[in-house]
C-alpha cells in the first residue's frame, strides 16, 4: 500500500471515529435525560431520528433544523392556545436548544487538530465572550445560582453561537441558495394561507381576530405578530434579491409578502423595513443599486399607501389608544429595568432574573422586589430591557457592540462584483433586515425566539461563511 493510500485510510478511519463518538455522546444525553425525566421518551424517539440524521448530514441537518424552527413555532403558540400542558409545550419549545448543543460538541470534535481547534476567528466572538464574563461577575456579586446562571448566558448568548455554526459550517453557495429559495417557498406558503383566511376562508383558524379595531390574521400562528415578522423576513430577502439579481419573480414576491405584512398589522415591522430601505437606498452607489429602483420601490410604497390608508390610519389612531392612556406590559419591563439600573446599574441582578425564559421557570424574586407585576406570557416581551435588568449597563453596551460589530461584517463581506448576484441580493436583504429586527427587538425578543434568532443569526453566519472561503473576516 503506497503512502497516499494509507494516509486516506488513516483520514477515513479518524473521521469514522469522530463520527461515532458524536454519536455515542448525544445518544448518552438523550438517554440520561430520558432516564430522569420518563415522560420525554417520545421527545428522546424523535430527537434520536434527529441525531441519526445529523449525524450522517450534520450540514444539511443544519440547515433543515433552521426550516422546521419556523413550524416548531407555529405548533408551540397554537398549544398555547388550545390549553396543552405548559411542561409539554415547554419542552417543544425549547427542544431546538438542546439540538444547537449538539452542533457544538459536533463542530468542536470535527475540527480538532491534534492539540487545537481549528475555527473562522471573527470580531463578535470577542464581545460574546465579553458578556459571558459580565454574567458570571454578576451572578457572583449578587449571589445567584450558577445552575440556573449557565443556562440563562447560553440563551442569551444563543443568537450569537448560532452565527458561529453557521459560519464554521462552511456551507457552499449551491446549499445556500436552495435553503434561501426553500424558505421563501415556506413564506409564501404561510402567506397564502393568511390571504384565505383573511377573504373568510377559516383554514388554520378557530375564530376572526381583530386588533386596534381592524381585523388581522395569523396564518398558521396562534399570534399575529409571528405571522407579521415572518412577511417582513420575505420582504427583505425578496427586496434584497430583487435589487442583486434584477430578476422580477423577486419584485412580485416582495410585493405579496408586504400585502402579508399589511393585513397582518404588525407596526413594527412596517416601520423597520421602511427604514432598513432608507439606509440601503442612501447608500445606493456603495451597493451599486441603479437609482431607477429606488423611484420604482418609492412608487411602490406610496401606491400600498395609498390602497391600504384608511386601515393604517385606524391601527396608527388605536396606537396612540393603547400605548398612550394604557400601561402595556412592556411598559413595566422597561420600568422595571430602570429601577434595576438605578439600584445595580453596572451588573444588573444577574442572568436568568430579569425578562428571560429562565425567570419564568425559576419564578424569579425580582419581579416582586421591584413591584413588577406581570403575567409569565409578558415577561419575555422586551429584549433590551431584559439586557439591562439582567446585565446591566456594561452587558447592554456589549451587547449593542456585538450586533454592530456584526453589521459591520456584513457590510465588509458585501459582494464588489457581479458574479454571484443571488448572493450579493442576500446581503442586500440582510442589511434590511438587521435594521428591521433592531427595531423590532426593542418591542420584542427576536434576538432570542428560537426561529427569528435562527434566520437573523444563522443567515448572517451562512453568507458571511460563504464569502469566508474566499477572503479574511474581520478580526
Do not use: C
Not at 466572538?125 to 443556562?151: E, H, Q, R, Y
Not at 429602483?293 to 389608544?321: C, P, Q
Not at 442586500?428 to 429586527?437: A, K, Q, S, V
Not at 427587538?441 to 435562527?454: D, L, P, Q, R, Y
Request: glycine content about 8%.
Amino acid at each position: 500500500m503506497n503512502f497516499s493510500n494509507r494516509l486516506s485510510t488513516i483520514i477515513e478511519a479518524e473521521v469514522g471515529k469522530r463520527t461515532f463518538i458524536i454519536f455515542a455522546f448525544l445518544l448518552t444525553a438523550l438517554g440520561i435525560i430520558s432516564a430522569l425525566e420518563p415522560s420525554y421518551t417520545l421527545i428522546i424517539l424523535i430527537g434520536s431520528t434527529i441525531l441519526v440524521f445529523t449525524v450522517l448530514s450534520p450540514k444539511e441537518g443544519f440547515l433543515v433544523t433552521g426550516i422546521f424552527l419556523i413550524l416548531q413555532n407555529a405548533v408551540t403558540n397554537n398549544m398555547d392556545v388550545f390549553g396543552a400542558p405548559e411542561t409539554i409545550t415547554n419542552i417543544v419549545k425549547r427542544a431546538d436548544e438542546v439540538i444547537w448543543v449538539f452542533f457544538l460538541v459536533f463542530l468542536l470534535l470535527n475540527n480538532y487538530r491534534g492539540k487545537t481547534w481549528k475555527f473562522k476567528k471573527s470580531l463578535p466572538d470577542k464581545f460574546a465572550i465579553t458578556l459571558a464574563f459580565v454574567g458570571l461577575m454578576s451572578a457572583f456579586i449578587n449571589g445567584n445560582s450558577l445552575f440556573w446562571t449557565l443556562p440563562a448566558i447560553f440563551l442569551t448568548l444563543k443568537g450569537y453561537l448560532l452565527f458561529w455554526i453557521a459560519m464554521n459550517m462552511s456551507i457552499d453557495k449551491q446549499k445556500l441558495i436552495i435553503f434561501f429559495k426553500t424558505l421563501i417557498v415556506i413564506l409564501l406558503i404561510i402567506a397564502f394561507i393568511g390571504f384565505l383566511q383573511y377573504i373568510g376562508i377559516k383554514i388554520f383558524t378557530v375564530k376572526d381576530t381583530e386588533r386596534l379595531g381592524v381585523r388581522v390574521v395569523n396564518s398558521i400562528f396562534a399570534h399575529h405578530g409571528t405571522f407579521g415578522s415572518l412577511m417582513a423576513v420575505g420582504i427583505a430577502l425578496s427586496i434584497g434579491l430583487k435589487l442583486g439579481t434584477k430578476k422580477n419573480t423577486w419584485l412580485i414576491t416582495s410585493i405579496i409578502f408586504s400585502l402579508g405584512l399589511i393585513i397582518s398589522s404588525v407596526r413594527r415591522s412596517l416601520i423597520g423595513l421602511i427604514l432598513g430601505l432608507i439606509f440601503v437606498f442612501l447608500f445606493y452607489r456603495k451597493f451599486k443599486i441603479e437609482k431607477k429602483y429606488i423611484y420604482s420601490f418609492l412608487g411602490g410604497l406610496s401606491i400600498l399607501l395609498i390602497l391600504f390608508g384608511g386601515r393604517m390610519a385606524r391601527i396608527t389612531t388605536a396606537t396612540k389608544y393603547e400605548y398612550g392612556t394604557n400601561i402595556a406590559p412592556r411598559y413595566w419591563l422597561y420600568y422595571g429595568a430602570s429601577r434595576i439600573i438605578k439600584n445595580k446599574p453596572l451588573l444588573g441582578e444577574g442572568p436568568g432574573k430579569y425578562g428571560s425564559f429562565i425567570s419564568v421557570i425559576t419564578k424569579s424574586e425580582i419581579y416582586e422586589k421591584y413591584n413588577i407585576i406581570i403575567e409569565n406570557n409578558y415577561k419575555m416581551d422586551a429584549y433590551w430591557a431584559s439586557i439591562l435588568g439582567e446585565y446591566g449597563i456594561l452587558g447592554f453596551t456589549t451587547m449593542i457592540f456585538l450586533l454592530m460589530v456584526l453589521f459591520q461584517n456584513i457590510l465588509h463581506f458585501y459582494p464588489k462584483d457581479n458574479k454571484t448576484p443571488f448572493i450579493k441580493g442576500l446581503y442586500i436583504g440582510y442589511i434590511i433586515l438587521f435594521i428591521d429586527f433592531f427595531i423590532e427587538s426593542i418591542m420584542a425578543s427576536v434576538f432570542t425566539i428560537s426561529w427569528s434568532a435562527f434566520l437573523f443569526f444563522a443567515g448572517i453566519g451562512l453568507i458571511i461563511g460563504e464569502r469566508k472561503s474566499h477572503s479574511q473576516i474581520m478580526i
